[in-house]
């Protein structure tokens, strides 16, 4: 596990590194190209196990905020089941932690949950999804707000959406924004290069979630950006989540 400047989490754990989204915005594939062939990229970013790294969390004694899998979609239609399950028993085995995924496909990542702790199987699994764990979806316009519905079938209240990278609108009359069931809300800009979010995309997120009892975080780049209704909302940072840096402060 690593320590990280995202600031929603402690660390972050990559049992499972790589993706075939092929997002033209990755900031992991250009670090896997960078460093392929090495100890971290052995496959540089083609989908990739890391069983050495499976005990991670359980060598972290003091509870932490992790985000898994920061450089790979774990939910994405390439990556076996088996895969997913190793993970899923690596966390299991340390529940002091907290850990939050996020995938750009819920929809598959909520068979996964349901096949694992909805049916007879290895017997550390309980019955139910752990209250320690939380499941996000990636929307970065209106063309993926069906993400929020899949997300929404996945059984526990713990999930969020991460509007980041905020490329376009995300509410429109035909297909209004819906946050109900979501308890966070994540909304961050493209670096590297930046590309500054539609102001009327962050003023109707924030809105809705308001409205919608979503708790709401702008990332660090979103400082400065303007919008709609900032005057109302200015500095927003509500985590539904404790991190480590607020526990110790």
Known sequence: ????AIEWCDYTWNPVTGCKHDCPYCYARKIAERFKGGKAWPNGFAPTLHPE????????????????????????TWVPDGWIHTVFMAMLRAPQHRYIMLTKDPNRAGHRFMDN????????????????????ASVESSRYTGRIDDLRRI????????FEPLLGPVDSEDFPLDLKGIAQVIVGAQTNPTVIPPSNAISDIVKTAKNQNALVFFKDSMNGVPWPGQSTFVNV????????KEVSA
């Open 117 to 136: 702790f909805y049916s007879f199987g290895e017997k550390l699994l309980p019955s139910k999804i752990p209250r320690n764990w939380w499941i996000g």
């Open 237 to 244: 940072h509500d985590l539904a989540w404790p991190l480590r």
């Open 53 to 76: 790294r499976m005990n991670d969390p359980m060598r972290q004694k003091t509870p932490q905020t992790i985000f898994v899998c920061s450089m790979a979609d774990l939910f994405g």
């Open 1 to 4: 596990m690593n320590k990280t």
């Open 155 to 162: 059984p526990t209240g713990n999930l969020f959406v991460s």
